[in-house]
Every structure is written in C-alpha cells, then in structure tokens.
C-alpha cells in the first residue's frame, strides 16, 4: 500500500478543512488507518484511527477529539480527516498512515505516506 495525502493548506482559526489520503492496492480495507501530525520543532503525535473495513471503531487524541472527525471510503481506497473549529496549535504537518497498532501504550504505524502541511492564523 501506497499513501497519498491531500488537502493542507492555510486556514483560518474556527474555519474548517478536510485532508484525504488515497491508497494504492486491494488490501486497503484491511488496514487500519490513521493520521498523525508534528507540529514545528515537536515530536510526532498520533491524532486519529479509523478501524478496518467497516471503520466502525473510532480514536482520537484529546487534543483533536469532537472537533476533528475521521472517516474511510473503502471503495476508493481514500481515509479522510474533517477538521472543523480549526486551532492555531492545530498547525503541523499530517501525516497519513497505514497498519497502525498500539506498541507499550503508544500508536505505531507500519506505513507511512508524505505530508501535507496545514497552517491556521489566528
């Protein structure tokens, strides 16, 4: 599987966006999928999960969760993420990634795909 991300781009604080990743191969459904984010000068942080096949089993980082929303369209290989009431310490580079698990309580992934960055102004 190959990960594609789209969709960053600069946005207002309280404003909306949503990022895409489209994913080659059949066995995308297979996969659990998820974002991940790093801010300037920060670590890399896990920000949400999407369950495989149906994506019926959500996870969110506390930072993000009931503003952020996370989703799968397995029929076009693509995982989205729906960011609404945009913060400016919501500004990094989000990453999109494929086979995640939980590695001595923290989310690893096995796949990763390139960045898009987003930027909010206050």
């Known amino acids: 599987v190959q990960l594609q991300a789209s969709g960053g781009g600069p946005v207002q604080a309280g404003g909306s966006l949503r990022l895409s990743c489209a994913a080659s191969?059949?066995?995308?459904?297979?996969?659990?999928m998820g974002w991940f984010r790093q801010a300037p000068e920060k670590e890399r942080e896990f920000v949400a999960a999407i369950s495989s096949c149906s994506g019926s089993t959500t996870n969110y980082a506390d930072s993000v969760k009931g503003r952020f929303t996370i989703s799968r369209d397995n029929a076009k290989n693509t995982v989205y993420l729906q960011m609404n009431s945009i913060k400016p310490e919501d500004t990094a580079v989000y990453f999109c990634?494929?086979?995640?698990?939980?590695?001595?309580?923290?989310?690893?992934?096995?796949?990763w795909g390139q960045g898009t960055l987003v930027t909010v102004s206050s």
């Open positions: 191969g059949r066995t995308f459904r297979n996969y659990v």
């Open positions: 990634a494929a086979g995640i698990t939980v590695v001595r309580g923290n989310r690893e992934a096995a796949l």
